[in-house]
């Protein structure tokens, strides 16, 4: 293993975006069995310490393949796109309003019916964005385009949490919680 390799030559996977998830699981408890500092107990506390640095900077690859968004951010990084979502917070106008639409229906929502057609919608946004950025990153190697879907990919995961927080308000207050 080399401390210098990128999370996909780690793992020793091709650098795109679709993935085998059980393949990057099986992967990462290979690495994992190999890394554990228990197997280095005999060779001192250097070793053990080299192998915990290890088992984290696996954990962290883990984390960043696994997830789609973070795994497509992390392409377009490694190609020169960074996404900068903290920087750049300009989108679309047709994006922005889709947001607001989406926005005022959850703040107009009542009760379970409302708000599981509107997670219907984001779900559905959400598997088209990560189609786009699969032919974006995987086909086209467009990945200054791919950093659009990518930040809203960011937007609709966050939406999508703020729908799922008030489905379990709406749960709470339904069971008198």
């Not at 408890?29 to 890394?35: C, G, P």
Request: charged share 30%; net charge negative; aromatic share 8%.
């Amino acid at each position: 293993m080399n401390l210098q390799s990128n999370d996909f030559e780690l793992f020793g996977l091709a650098p795109c975006f679709e993935q085998d998830s059980a393949a990057i699981d099986t992967r990462w408890k290979d690495l994992q069995r190999e890394a554990h500092p228990d197997r280095f107990a005999a060779q001192g506390g250097a070793a053990q310490r080299v192998a915990m640095q290890w088992s984290v900077r696996i954990n962290e690859a883990y984390r960043r393949l696994k997830d789609p968004l973070k795994r497509a951010a992390y392409l377009c990084e490694l190609n020169g796109s960074a996404v900068n979502a903290e920087d750049n917070t300009a989108m679309p106008a047709a994006f922005l309003m889709q947001q607001m639409e989406w926005r005022e229906a959850l703040d107009d929502a009542h009760g379970v019916g409302e708000l599981e057609q509107l997670r219907a919608q984001v779900r559905a946004a959400r598997c088209a964005t990560l189609q786009e950025c699969a032919r974006l990153l995987d086909a086209a190697h467009d990945y200054a385009a791919a950093v659009r879907e990518v930040r809203s990919l960011m937007f609709i995961e966050r939406f999508a949490s703020d729908v799922e927080a008030s489905m379990d308000r709406l749960d709470a207050a339904e069971h008198g919680q």
